[in-house]
T-cell receptor
Framework: DTAVSQTPKYLVTQMGNDKSIKCEQN?????MYWYKQDSKKFLKIMFS???????INETVPNRFSPKSPDKAHLNLHINSLELGDSAVYFC???????????FGQGTRLTVV | AQTVTQSQPEMSVQEAETVTLSCTYD???????LFWYKQPPSRQMILVIR??????QNATENRFSVNFQKAAKSFSLKISDSQLGDTAMYFC????????FGTGTRLQVFP
């Protein structure tokens, strides 16, 4: 059973389109994250949710909108995609207070 | 602001040898956690080892151990008896109110 699963694994789309990435965790964790990994492998936190509430928003453009329908799901919707959005996006979950984060397999987004 | 520095962008080691990856961080918190993650070419993020800042004893996990120096805010990872499968990017990641990552060290293990 996959602990943190995100779909799709690969996403190729044209500039200006809108796309979503879905994430689900079955670990019973109360905190979920989105990270962006650029071409230099730098991992930057984008958002963090605790029990469906947004607790961290790291100055991400408002074209990125996370949504957490329940504490097991955290989806990422991106409007008006730009070339610079091309990256690998990771979803992760953990227990609030410092438990290790478990990661999904990543979604490689390519904007052409 | 919390910062993490991994000063070795790339390292290489021969199989069966020992290698140490360095990490320094900055935080004003007293209680926090520290992690090392590995990312092989498959791109999956895998937890290697965890350290609680309130514990003086250094964490050990099989061939992986850390040297945690709280006053110096240093958290290095030692890999003993290196194996080909250890080839990966290694990220140091402190957690205070959020988990942030260093820039990574690319480790290549040679036969």
């Amino acid at each position: 059973d996959t602990a943190v699963s995100q779909t799709p694994k690969y996403l190729v789309t044209q500039m200006g389109n809108d796309k979503s990435i879905k994430c689900e965790q079955n670990l019973g964790h109360d905190t979920m994250y989105w990270y962006k990994q650029d071409s230099k492998k730098f991992l930057k936190i984008m958002f963090s949710y605790n029990n469906k509430e947004l607790i961290i928003n790291e100055t991400v453009p408002n074209r990125f909108s996370p949504k957490s329908p329940d504490k097991a799901h955290l989806n990422l919707h991106i409007n008006s995609l730009e070339l610079g959005d091309s990256a690998v996006y990771f979803c992760a979950s953990s227990q609030m207070g410092g438990g290790e984060a478990f990661f999904g397999q990543g979604t490689r987004l390519t904007v052409v | 602001a919390q910062t993490v520095t991994q000063s070795q962008p790339e390292m290489s080691v021969q199989e069966a040898e020992t290698v140490t990856l360095s990490c320094t961080y900055d935080t004003s918190e007293n209680n926090y956690y520290l992690f090392w993650y590995k990312q092989p070419p498959s791109r999956q993020m895998i937890l290697v080892i965890r350290q609680e800042a309130y514990k003086q004893q250094n964490a050990t996990e099989n061939r992986f151990s850390v040297n945690f120096q709280k006053a110096a805010k240093s958290f290095s990872l030692k890999i003993s008896d290196s194996q080909l499968g250890d080839t990966a990017m290694y990220f140091c990641a402190p957690y205070t109110d959020k988990l942030i990552f260093g820039t990574g060290t690319r480790l290549q293990v040679f036969p």
